[in-house]
T-cell receptor, first 113, second 114 residues
Framework: AQSVTQLDSQVPVFEEAPVELRCNYS??????LFWYVQYPNQGLQLLLK??????LVKGINGFEAEFNKSQTSFHLRKPSVHISDTAEYFC???????????FGQGTRLTINP | DAGVIQSPRHEVTEMGQEVTLRCKPI?????LFWYRQTMMRGLELLIY????????DSGMPEDRFSAKMPNASFSTLKIQPSEPRDSAVYFC????????????FGQGTRLTVV
């Protein structure tokens, strides 16, 4: 069964600093990969997704992620964070042709002024 | 479209009572998912439907939980009887493409069982 590991439960950074949130998944079969963001008391919103093609994927709010098949990773990055990026970020994976989205435990990103 | 609509947003109930959570997916979406979020276990998929048919309910914790989707625009998740350990935020999500696209989430129902 698929599993997703988000290596950091919390990441504190200063405003305008770069950030990387790490995500590794278990399966070596073809997968679709997603990053979602959850603001306080809200549902999850899609940040970006990798389905095929270029391994560097750009999403909303200046975020991007790179798919690395050999390392089974899909790390999320932003070159300069803003206070409004404070939220919880979830990595998710689904096997191609399957319906199930399996989520990681989430990483809480805290931006300090 | 208003997005995925869940009701109620908050529910407080006493142990042993029946609880029903409701979800209206985005019009035209053919897949619907129920997730539960807790601090301890994170986001867990409870059950998902495709074209109103339950496809995988392996995440449903026990027989006290049941879910239905009588038509393409409505689903319920019922807990009977409820227990304090059922306290969590329950999310409904819907998607259009089978295994391809993103899932759109509702705002969630925060359930507290006392």
């Amino acid at each position: 069964a698929q599993s997703v590991t988000q290596l950091d439960s919390q990441v504190p950074v200063f405003e305008e600093a770069p950030v990387e949130l790490r995500c590794n998944y278990s399966s070596s079969v073809s997968v679709y990969l997603f990053w979602y963001v959850q603001y306080p008391n809200q549902g999850l919103q899609l940040l970006l997704k990798y389905l095929s093609g270029s391994t560097l994927v750009k999403g909303i709010n200046g975020f991007e992620a790179e798919f690395n098949k050999s390392q089974t990773s899909f790390h999320l990055r932003k070159p300069s964070v803003h206070i409004s990026d404070t939220a919880e970020y979830f990595c998710a994976v689904s096997d191609r042709g399957a319906q199930k989205l399996v989520f990681g435990q989430g990483t809480r990103l805290t931006i300090n002024p | 479209d208003a997005g995925v609509i869940q009701s109620p947003r908050h529910e407080v109930t006493e142990m042993g009572q029946e609880v029903t959570l409701r979800c209206k997916p985005i019009s035209g979406h053919n897949s619907l998912f129920w997730y539960r979020q807790t601090m301890m276990r994170g986001l867990e998929l409870l059950i998902y439907f495709n074209n109103n048919v339950p496809i995988d309910d392996s995440g449903m914790p026990e027989d006290r939980f049941s879910a239905k989707m009588p038509n393409a625009s409505f689903s319920t998740l019922k807990i009977q009887p409820s227990e304090p350990r059922d306290s969590a935020v329950y999310f409904c999500a819907s998607s259009l493409d089978r295994g391809l696209g993103e899932a759109f989430f509702g705002q969630g129902t925060r359930l507290t069982v006392v």
